[in-house]
Nanobody, 131 residues
Framework: QVQLVESGGGSVQAGGSLRLSCAAS????????????MGWFRQTPGKGREAVAV???????KYTDSVKGRFTITRDNDKNTLYLEMNDLKPEDSGIYYC?????????????????????WGQGTQVSVSS
């Protein structure tokens, strides 16, 4: 069973930067991290989780429009770790950020996937941006 643990959240002022990490473990003998589509989601009060960025096994990434040019999703397949570099943060970026993994597509995904597409989730890390 895949387990995901996020870290790196915190409080920053607008214009600041944060780097989120997601350590993945629990892969079975016949699957590995490289074959997973990985994503970052954000949840704000009163809203469901929205996809922020998704990356496939070829390191192709998709972003929601509001973070394009400011956020970068990357993955280190040797360390089984996913990252989200967030620059020029805005108050509307505040929320709980979740790491998610999907192993049903063998890592082949080219769209900003939905919450229901992912079967494994981390516990979330809080990001707070003040104006």
């Amino acid at each position: 069973q895949v387990q995901l643990v996020e870290s790196g959240g915190g409080s920053v002022q607008a214009g600041g930067s944060l780097r989120l990490s997601c350590a993945a473990s629990g892969f079975s003998h016949d699957s590995n991290y490289r074959l997973y589509c990985m994503g970052w989601f954000r949840q704000t009060p009163g809203k469901g989780r929205e996809a922020v960025a998704v990356i496939n096994r070829f390191d192709n990434a998709k972003y929601t429009d509001s973070v394009k040019g400011r956020f970068t999703i990357t993955r280190d397949n040797d360390k089984n770790t996913l990252y989200l570099e967030m620059n020029d943060l805005k108050p509307e970026d505040s929320g709980i950020y979740y790491c998610a993994a999907d192993g049903t597509r063998h890592g082949i995904c080219y769209t900003l996937m939905r919450e229901t597409d992912f079967g494994a989730w981390g516990q979330g890390t809080q990001v707070s941006v003040s104006s």
